[in-house]
C-alpha cells in the first residue's frame, strides 16, 4: 500500500498536529509532509522521539531511514519503543503527566493505518 506523504499530517481534536512516530501532538504545524515533496527537513523535531520529518524518513539524508515514509516512520517507532518509549530531548521538558503509552494509543486512533507494520 502505498501513502500520499499529507496523509501522515495526522491532527488531534484541539487541532494539533501529532507525531506519525510516537503520537506528541503539538510540535508540528502541517508542513512537515508535503504530497510533492515527502518530509520536509528544518520544519520541525519531535522533543519526545526526535522523530525529524525530511531526515529520518529520507534515505539520502538518514542511513536509517526506509524506502518510503511509512516503512521509516514503523521503523524509527519500533527503535523507540526497544528503547523503552523515552522522553528523548533535554531542551523541552516533557508535559506533566506525560504517558508514552497513551500518546501511542491516541495516535492508533486517529490514524489506524499508522499501527500496521510494513510489508
Ligand atoms: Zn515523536
Redesign the pocket.
Known amino acids: 500500500m502505498s501513502f500520499r506523504a499529507s496523509q501522515f499530517l495526522i491532527t488531534n481534536e484541539d487541532g494539533n498536529y501529532l507525531?506519525p512516530?510516537?503520537?506528541?501532538p503539538g510540535y508540528f504545524d502541517g508542513r512537515q509532509f508535503q504530497d510533492d515533496i515527502g518530509g520536509v527537513i528544518g520544519t520541525g523535531i519531535?522533543p519526545?522521539?526526535?522523530?525529524e520529518p525530511g531526515f529520518d524518513d529520507d534515505p539520502r539524508a538518514s542511513a536509517d531511514a526506509r524506502e518510503t515514509i511509512i516503512e521509516s516512520i514503523l521503523f524509527y517507532r519500533a527503535r523507540?519503543i526497544d528503547t523503552g518509549m523515552p522522553w528523548y530531548s533535554d531542551i523541552v521538558p516533557a508535559p506533566a503527566h506525560w504517558s508514552a503509552t497513551s500518546q501511542l494509543e491516541q495516535l492508533f486512533v486517529l490514524a489506524p493505518f499508522l499501527a500496521d507494520t510494513p510489508e
Open positions: 507525531c512516530a510516537c503520537g506528541l519531535c519526545c522521539c526526535l522523530y523507540w
